[in-house]
């Protein structure tokens, strides 16, 4: 909302400052010029139009240097994932593992993630553009806006926590099962909505019709949090705590 991402970056790409066009250099660097947010605006914001053109070789020389950064980012996580004693632990809890002891605490763990991630797409990532009324609406606090990819992304997210139900094999539980089945009922069409919106983000939130889909999106969702929460937690016998987006 403060600009940090745009302002760091027109800054760096008019200084074309040589030390950021390594993925070694450009990690020590202020977060907002190494993640993809930076390499969205390098790709689509004030000046792209250039890239086309040849006259950007300093803006090209720059978005490979984050790309390639987030890919190192990436290996790096995967490889530490792979070879952790949390992972370990996590897959395989007993009771003289640390710090999962059962496959009880995991499912916790588990359901926690979920309603974190319900609220994350619905309160973080389409509430504050949708605003209020169509006249309040502000495409421009979407995430990826500028390259038009925030469906995309939201759409994504729901894809993942659809996979991480079938992964957990909450379903398998007969307790659970009516549960996971209308969760993951409620997640297709959420994302089937997503789908259909062709406006730009930019302008969707405050398209009549759109702005109806986006709308129906964060209703679904806020019910599918509270299904998680409530309903899901209680069939596997959890009883649920705060979670990262819940505050003190």
């Known amino acids: 909302p403060r600009g940090v991402i745009v302002r760091q970056g027109q800054a760096l790409l008019a200084a074309e400052d040589e030390s950021a066009l390594t993925p070694e250099n450009l990690a020590g660097k ?13 790709l689509h914001g004030s ?4 890239l086309a053109t040849g006259a950007a070789a300093y803006r090209c020389r720059y978005g490979t240097a984050v790309a390639a950064n987030v890919a190192t980012i990436a290996r ?6 792979a070879t952790s004693p949390f992972r370990d632990s996590f897959a395989a809890p007993s009771a003289a593992s640390d710090p999962y002891r059962s496959t ?6 588990v359901v926690k993630a979920l309603g974190t ?9 389409l509430l504050p553009a949708l605003g209020e009324t169509a006249a309040e609406a502000r495409g421009r606090r979407a995430p990826f806006w500028r390259g038009d990819l925030t469906f995309a992304l939201a759409g994504a997210q729901l894809d993942g926590l659809s996979a991480l139900i079938d992964a957990a094999g909450f ?5 659970a099962r009516a ?4 969760l993951q009922f409620d997640l297709r069409h959420a994302r089937d909505a997503l789908g259909t919106i062709t406006t730009p983000a930019e302008d969707a939130f405050a398209d009549a019709a759109d702005r109806e889909r986006i709308r129906y999106v964060t209703v679904v969702l806020e019910a599918a949090n509270a299904a998680v929460g409530e309903r899901l937690s209680a069939a ?3 009883t649920m705590g705060f979670n990262a987006l819940d505050g003190d």
């Open 47 to 50: 000046g792209a139009e250039d």
């Open 76 to 81: 790096a996580v995967a490889a530490a994932w």
């Open 117 to 125: 991630g319900l609220q994350f797409a619905r309160n973080a990532e």
């Open 30 to 42: 202020s977060v907002a010029l190494q993640g993809l947010p930076a390499l969205e605006y390098v």
């Open 236 to 238: 596997l016998g959890l």
């Open 179 to 182: 549960v996971v089945d209308s």
């Open 171 to 175: 379903g398998e539980a007969e307790e």
């Open 104 to 109: 009880r605490e995991v499912a916790g763990e």
